[in-house]
């Protein structure tokens, strides 16, 4: 087996390594640590949009690359001028890199106010790719660890790469006999392969744990750690037992694929703790009752009114996930504050916690963003703030009139973002260090400019625009804003809040502002516990909806946001454009205007039942409408410039239940189901594409993710899950089940959407479908009409931050070359889930027509 990873050049897999299944013996190492490559900045552009370029890319999967040699030519830069393949060899520290090349992601400053700066140029990588080979004596597995890359293709093969150097991502790829080529993309790397002699192994440098709170009842108690099946064959029948201070419990796993990983859920008892500090937690895999190895993780115990951390299972995936607390520091029987603090990037929720000293009038609540970098606080990361705080208002009972955020660095991004999108959550927000906007801060940067005058651009664009927090700052006007920075900040700016001061000066009616003189990025657990930032929020609360009679809302995506108080935004006419609602309440009639609103929601308990009152909307007709009781909620529809009461849109409508985007389906513990009827290198293709994108789920969003083949799949046994189908009707026997009333259809050799028709075997799809008999889910179609539009399907970011992906998006291989231009067309369904040549654009077309 192999050596802890005090006895290795890379950390791999540290403890517990344990098989069912021992390989024959080999000449191979222990470990092989690549020393020797080949690099070229090649050139690629991931941005916050659906579309990529990337020329290496482009040549592999159009079989048009060429075994790279030192000095020959890639191709030409923008320039005209040679890319050449140079040779690398390891430093010191093993990284492969051009020696005054490209600049890596640069150090950040210590404790929980890191940082946002490590971000910008997206998801690492750089523009280039990094060339290596390994000579196998064999057909045989190994388990690939790289840091510092986007991805890599072993053997053409997709696989995710570890961006940030975080050391937990162990990747078991199949080596074939001869040599085996790794294309990594990203130019300063550390890499080495691993020859376990198990075919199961535990990986214990990555778990998710809670803390034992002394005096607490510590008998079921979840943590989660990552299993490796190393072998061609999926691994059933698993059990994991643990083993703390003499107890025992057992938990039954479920099925890990063929060649992949997977974060597991395992139940331990920690009642037999009665001391502080660090816990030693024995764990055994194992299978239908034989020891397959061992591990251990170190779990800590924590006095009573110590910041602890606590598990739960996540309504997103199933995931587990943390979040942190730091409790109040004296009981009171009156209801408590709660606070909700958002992280810098690279920072643990436990870390951030522990910079807070406890408050004696509230609890301090640190959520995860799923993981460090996580997604920015947009997308899943916006989710799992919004579960922990569910969470903390259940636990912790607090005052609803004060409930607080504040954040740091990626998390003052965050408090910004959170606070434009949910402003009737908070009482006060208090970003520290933080920018407002993504694409500002430079960390997702475009293909597309967004002064692009082309319709398809716009409408990619479009996408993305519930990001844009500058086109939300009327929605900061109910709240209290402190905001906080040092003047010395060089990760994140001071320009940026003072930015933001200017940008609210003369419209937000209750704004704090202070530049901690000298203050670099981090200046200590005063950069977020700032005791004037905590007296402002004393003096804040949030006003009960019966004293709100002024609202101005405005949305990108009722699906993400579409309520303030006592008015709701339920359908946009045009999807994703922003919409606004600005009304006023007054005796017995409400009055205002509206953008971009087909149906808007008002609840009228505040007026007395039979009341007669009067609605003017946008300068039309006035409604009469006498109400019906004190839980009354009229809906109005804007048809023909007029506005007329309405009945619920039904649930198969969209809305803020299911408002669709591409990215929608990856939510309400999602299954990925791959395709198993086309030939072999469509079928490999489709469980490649699963497998990548679990691996980027998990590296991403700490998640877990169930992988089923088509033929296991049906809306019974998966029902009310989002599902995201790889391939198409030719070769996913679940697409009849799923799709069959959807007006794109993909298959072999054709895609059509409408009245519209392409044909091919190099285009791909990605679109969003509801699915019947489900009022929230959906199905997310990643699929190509042959093996060179599946490829071009591979490798897009839509697990990045912030990054906007339309309702549908049809495109070509050579897109991955041409970025845009390679699209054919890409849209929104209207309100009835129907294709409209109002809601999307063709290449070359305006408004779908010639």
């Not at 796993?253 to 997977?262: G, N, Q, V, Y």
């Not at 006007?477 to 003369?506: N, S």
């Not at 109005?636 to 039904?650: F, G, Y």
């Not at 093996?787 to 291989?813: E, H, T, W």
Request: glycine share 10%; with cysteine.
């Amino acid at each position: 087996m192999l050596k802890s990873i005090a006895c290795v050049a890379i950390a791999l897999l540290p403890l517990g390594y344990a098989g069912a299944q021992t390989a024959p013996k080999t000449t191979e190492p222990e470990t092989y640590t690549f020393t020797k490559g080949l690099v070229a900045l090649t050139g690629s552009r991931y941005g916050r949009e659906a579309i990529y370029t990337d020329p290496l890319a482009h040549q592999l999967y159009s079989g048009l690359l060429k075994q790279p040699t030192e000095g020959a030519v890639f191709g030409t830069d923008e320039q005209g001028g040679d890319i050449k393949w140079v040779a690398v060899t390891a430093d010191s520290l093993n990284r492969l890199r051009l020696r005054g090349g490209l600049r890596g992601n640069g150090g950040a400053p210590a404790g929980p106010g890191v940082v946002a700066g490590s971000l910008r140029g997206g998801i690492g990588g750089g523009g280039g790719y990094t060339y290596l080979t390994y000579p196998s004596t064999r057909d045989q597995t190994a388990v690939l660890t790289i840091k510092g890359n986007s991805n890599v293709y072993v053997n053409g093969e997709l696989h995710m790469g570890d961006a940030y150097s975080m050391g937990y991502l162990h990747i078991p790829v199949k080596l074939k006999k001869g040599v085996n080529e790794f294309y990594v993309r990203g130019v300063m790397i550390t890499a080495a392969l691993a020859f376990p002699d198990k075919s199961a192994l535990l990986s214990t440098d990555d778990p998710t744990l809670p803390s034992i709170r002394l005096g607490e009842s510590n008998a079921s108690l979840q943590g989660a750690i990552v299993v490796v099946n190393t072998s061609v064959m999926p691994l059933s029948g698993l059990q994991l037992t643990s083993n703390l201070s003499g107890k025992t419990l057992t938990t039954t796993l479920p099925i890990i694929p063929a060649l992949s990983s997977r974060k597991v859920v395992f139940t331990f008892d920690g009642s037999g703790v009665s001391t502080k500090g660090p816990q030693t937690c024995a764990l055994t895999l194992m299978q239908k009752g034989k020891s397959l190895g061992a591990g251990t993780v170190s779990i800590e115990a924590v006095p009573a009114g110590a910041s602890y951390s606590q598990t739960f299972v996540s309504q997103i995936d199933g995931s587990l996930q943390y979040y942190a607390v730091t409790p109040q520091s004296s009981a009171s029987t009156a209801p408590s504050a709660l606070f909700l603090s958002v992280h810098g990037a690279g920072v643990e929720a436990s870390g951030q916690a522990r910079a807070y000293k406890a408050k004696d009038w509230g609890n301090l609540v640190a959520a995860t963003n799923r993981r460090p970098r996580g997604f920015n606080w947009e997308d899943w990361g916006r989710l799992d703030a919004l579960e922990v705080l569910a969470i903390a208002k259940d636990r912790f009972k607090p005052d609803p009139q004060h409930i607080y955020l504040t954040g740091h660095s990626m998390g003052g991004h965050g408090t910004w973002f959170l606070g434009a999108t949910y402003p009737d959550k908070w009482a006060a927000i208090a970003p520290c260090a933080g920018y407002p906007t993504l694409k500002e801060y430079g960390s997702a940067d475009g293909v597309i400019p967004d002064t692009s005058n082309d319709p398809l651009e716009q409408m990619l664009l479009r996408a993305g625009n519930q990001s844009d927090v500058l086109k939300l700052t009327s929605n900061y006007k109910p709240l209290g804003i402190y905001v906080l920075h040092g003047d010395a900040d060089r990760t994140v700016p001071v320009t940026y809040a003072r930015q933001m001061r200017k940008l609210l000066g003369e419209s937000q009616p209750d704004m704090s502002y202070y530049e901690y003189p000298g203050g670099s990025h981090w200046f200590g657990d005063e950069s977020v516990d700032w005791k004037p930032l905590f007296d402002f929020f004393k003096w804040h609360k949030i006003a009960v909806d019966s004293t709100i009679n002024t609202i101005d809302f405005v949305t990108a995506n009722p699906g993400i946001s579409s309520t303030y108080r006592w008015a709701s935004i339920e359908q946009q006419t045009q999807p994703l454009l922003y919409s606004r609602m600005q009304l006023n309440r007054k005796d017995k009639t409400i009055s205002g205007t509206t953008a971009n609103v087909a149906v808007l929601k008002l609840a009228l308990n505040e007026f007395a039942a039979k009341t007669p009152i009067t609605i003017t909307l946008d300068g039309t007709p006035a409604i009469t409408y006498t109400t019906a009781g004190t839980q009354d909620t009229l809906f109005l529809r804007r048809e023909n410039e007029q506005w007329h009461p309405a009945q619920r849109p039904a649930v198969a409508q969209k809305g803020p239940h299911r408002n669709g985007t591409f990215k929608d389906a990856f939510n309400n513990r999602m299954v990925f189901v791959y395709g198993t009827k086309g030939t072999k290198e469509e079928n490999d293709l489709n469980l490649q594409k699963a497998r990548y994108d679990a691996e980027t789920w998990y590296y991403r969003g700490n998640g877990a993710i169930d992988i089923v083949a088509d033929t296991d799949y049906s809306l019974a046994t998966y029902a009310n899950r989002g599902v995201v189908l790889f391939g198409n009707a030719t070769n996913n026997a679940a697409w009849k089940q799923l799709l069959a009333d959807c007006p794109i259809q993909l298959e072999r050799n054709r895609v059509r959407a409408g009245d519209q028709q392409w044909q091919g075997d190099d285009l791909a799809a990605y679109f969003v479908w509801p699915i019947k008999g489900s009022a929230t889910t959906s199905v997310a179609v990643i699929g190509g009409t042959g093996v060179k539009g599946m490829r071009a399907a591979l490798a897009n970011q839509y697990f990045a931050g912030a990054s906007g992906f339309p309702d549908f998006m049809i495109f070509g291989l050579d897109m991955v070359r041409t970025g845009s231009k390679g699209v054919r067309m890409a849209g929104f369904f209207d309100n009835n889930w129907k294709l409209t040549p109002e809601q999307y654009s063709i290449n070359g077309q305006t408004n779908g027509r010639d």
